[in-house]
C-alpha cells in the first residue's frame, strides 16, 4: 500500500471523483490552482455545495479553502448516511450562464450529486435515504431516469443487496428546477469481485419520454420520431410516456428522452437529451434515437458515462482479480486510473486494447472492508 502523506493535484478538473476516491482510501489531498487563471478563479458554486454535501454523509471530515478560493484541503472522515435533505440548486442563481472561459458557472443538477452518493452509500454505516431537490435533467450530467434505470440495476453486480431505490418526486427542467428525488441504499461490508466481459447481444430497447408544464403530445412526438430509427434496427421498442403538470411539474417547462438497449446478458447502454432552445420533440428524438445506436456500435458491457462505477469500486472490493470489457476509455476513465493508483496503490490493474475499439480492463481489489458495517 501506498503512504499516507499528503496528496496534492492541480486544477478543477476531476474534482468530484477525487473527493470520492480521498473517501474510500482515507487520504488526505490538497487540490490547488483551481481556476486561478481565469478571470473568475476560484471553486464554483456547485462544487461548493457538493462540499457540503460530502460533509454532510460523513462524520469527522475536514475541508478548509483557502481565502482565494483556489485550493482546498480535504481531510475525509468516516462515511455514516443516514436520512437527510439536500438542496442541489438551480440556473437562475448566477446571473451568467458560463463564465469568460466557456465554462458554465452556475449549479448542476441533481445526478451531479446523485452521482457521489452511488458510490459512498454502501460503505455507509447505517442506510443512506437522501432526499434531492434541484434539476432532474439537462443535458451536462447524468438525469435521474438514467441513473435509475440503468445504473441501480447493475449495483446487484457488485454485491449491493436488495433495497437500492431511486424515487422521482417531483420532475425540475432548467432553469428553475424544482424537482426532487429520493434515493435509499443500504450498505455492504465487502463488495463482490466483478467479472463482465460478455457483452450478449442487444435484445429490446426501453426508455422514457417526459414532459413537464409543455402540452403532453410533446412526449408522444418524441417517441414516434426515435420510433422512427430504432425499428430498423430492431422490433422490441417500448417508450414510455410520463406528462407533469401541476405541482409535481417543477418550476420550468421542458421535455426529455432517455433510452436504454439491454443485451441478452443484462448489458445496459444508455443514451439521453433534454430539450434546448430552438429544438423540437421530432429533433431529440431522432437524436437520441442515433446516440443510442453509436453506443451500441461502440460496444462494452458498460456505455462511456458508466464507466467510473466499475474502475472506482473494482479497485475497492477484496484481493481478488476482476475484469469488466468497455468500449474505448473516456479521458475521464483514463484519469480515473491514473488517479486511484495514487490514492489507493492499484499495482495489479491493468488495460489491454482487443479487437475493434473493445478494452478489457483487469484490476486486483485493495481488500477494502466497510468497517463500520456490523457482520451478521
Not at 35 to 45: E, F, I, V
Not at 166 to 185: H, M, N, Y
Amino acid at each position: 500500500m501506498v503512504g499516507k502523506e499528503t496528496l496534492t493535484f492541480e486544477g478543477h478538473q476531476f474534482f468530484r471523483q477525487r473527493l470520492v476516491m480521498a473517501t474510500l482510501a482515507g487520504r488526505t489531498i490538497r487540490i490547488i490552482r483551481i481556476r486561478s487563471d481565469d478571470l473568475s478563479p476560484g471553486l464554483r458554486d456547485f462544487e461548493a455545495n457538493l462540499l457540503r454535501l460530502l460533509e454532510r454523509v460523513t462524520n469527522g471530515s475536514i475541508v478548509e479553502i483557502g481565502e482565494t478560493g483556489t485550493s482546498i484541503l480535504y481531510r475525509p472522515g468516516v462515511i455514516v448516511g443516514g436520512k437527510f435533505r439536500h438542496d442541489c440548486g438551480n440556473r437562475a442563481l448566477l446571473s451568467e450562464d458560463s463564465g469568460p472561459d466557456g465554462e458554465r458557472k452556475t449549479n448542476r443538477a441533481i445526478g451531479y450529486c446523485l452521482e457521489m452518493l452511488l458510490a459512498l452509500a454502501p460503505f455507509g454505516q447505517r442506510l443512506m435515504d437522501a432526499t434531492l431537490t434541484g434539476i432532474t435533467s439537462d443535458n451536462f450530467d447524468l438525469s435521474v431516469d438514467t441513473i435509475r434505470t440503468v445504473t441501480l440495476p447493475q449495483l446487484k453486480r457488485y454485491g449491493v443487496p436488495d433495497g437500492v431505490e431511486l424515487k422521482i418526486t417531483r420532475r425540475g427542467a432548467p432553469p428553475l428546477g424544482g424537482g426532487e428525488v429520493t434515493f435509499r441504499c443500504p450498505t455492504v461490508r465487502t463488495l463482490k469481485p466483478l467479472l463482465f466481459v460478455d457483452e450478449g447481444r442487444i435484445r429490446r430497447i426501453r426508455g422514457i419520454a417526459y414532459a413537464t408544464r409543455v402540452s403532453p403530445q410533446t412526449a408522444n412526438r418524441m417517441v414516434e420520431s426515435a420510433r422512427s430509427v430504432l425499428n430498423r434496427y430492431i422490433p422490441d421498442v417500448y417508450i414510455y410516456t410520463d406528462h407533469y403538470k401541476g405541482a409535481e411539474s417543477g418550476k420550468s417547462p421542458g421535455f426529455a428522452l432517455s433510452l436504454v438497449a439491454e443485451s441478452t446478458t443484462g448489458v445496459l447502454l444508455s443514451a439521453e437529451r433534454a430539450g434546448e432552445a430552438g429544438e423540437t420533440p421530432e429533433d431529440i428524438g431522432v437524436r437520441v434515437a442515433r446516440l443510442l445506436l453509436e453506443t451500441v456500435a461502440r460496444g462494452g458491457c458498460v456505455d462511456s458515462a458508466h464507466q467510473w462505477l466499475p474502475l472506482l469500486w473494482m479497485t475497492f472490493s477484496p484481493e481478488d482479480v476482476g475484469r469488466v470489457k468497455m468500449g474505448p476509455l473516456e479521458p475521464r476513465s483514463i484519469q480515473y486510473l491514473r488517479d486511484l493508483r495514487a490514492m489507493a496503490g492499484t499495482r495489479g490493474s491493468k488495460v489491454r486494447r482487443e479487437g475493434g475499439k473493445r478494452t478489457l480492463v483487469t484490476c486486483v481489489g485493495t481488500g477494502y472492508v466497510n468497517a463500520g458495517k456490523k457482520t451478521t
